[in-house]
């Protein structure tokens, strides 16, 4: 007999006999933990990249804006007529008597604990300045990035359902035009369309501020309510268009998919085939594209809150720098800088949950 004929057969205590296909008992490893090992290597990626941009941004805020010129001691006392003892107690007062590397020293060190430094003008911590204003940012920007999103996605879909229509073309025509106007000469346009007035027709709107003062209860919020109608019309007008678009974009990709072929063949309706499953695939660049918004849209509203005189932000922001206010400067650039940062970062971290062929 043949050794092949006389071996004994492998039993089943022993297990199958390991081809070059196929993992070995020693790694203990399977798919999903090589996953999860994949997504945690890309987390710890995403992380390390945001600190390095959040320590650069520190960096570069110290320094460009001690290319101000002037003296911030001169620009504390407006100009007024000072001793040199008291210009010499206003820079011990603020660490301007320090060499500059020893100033960057402590400006990182404070700045890691959450101290911003304490503002010129005010008198006042910085951080606390920004925690003073920030509501008002967010009622404005919350409020706008909810409507222009919605929007954005409903007449992206729609759009892309009637692709080459006279519909999609008007939509993409005017958000198109809508988003290459610049926020403030389109709050300025309204100021005076809805605010001012055009001959015979009355202003409907306030002209800038957040409200109109000895009002509360249920009136207070109306009163607030019609004070953000201009602001939020403004930067609902000008952004929408770019969720619109990548919608659209996203929408007509998917629902040129040979997976919608089959479902179609499968008897599915062509509606059900768009909603169910072009739908929801045409949505992802469209929610990462909404995290960097919303970061975008906090840090990009200074020309909106200047224009209508909204107490957010944006207009702390153009009045620290008009003094200039140094601390407060810097403080603010580096609070908007760093919140689209987060956001990006976050969008980057939710993608490959929304598709995991990300990050592995």
Known sequence: MTAEATSSPVSPAEGPVAGPGTPGPATGRGPRARTTAAYLRYVAGKLAGAAVSLLAVLVTSFFLFRLIPGDPVKFMTGGRPVSAEQIAVYRREFGLDLPLWRQFTDYCGKALTGDLGTSYQFRAPVIDKITEALPNTLLLTGTAFVLYTALGIVLGTRSAWRHGGLGDRLNTGLALTLYSIPSFWLGLLLIIVLSVGVGPVPGLFPTGGMESGGKEGLAHAVDVAHHLVLPVVTLVAVEYGQTLLVTRSALLDEMGGDYLTTARAKGLRDALVRRRHAVPNALLPTMTL?????????????????????????GLFYQALSVPDLPLVQGLFFFFAAAVIVMNTLADLLYPLLDPRVGR
Do not use: H, K, Q
Not at 290 to 309: K, Q
């Open 290 to 314: 909404v995290f960097v918004n919303l970061g975008r849209t906090v840090a990009g509203v200074i020309l909106v809150e200047t224009v209508f005189s909204w107490p957010g932000l944006g």
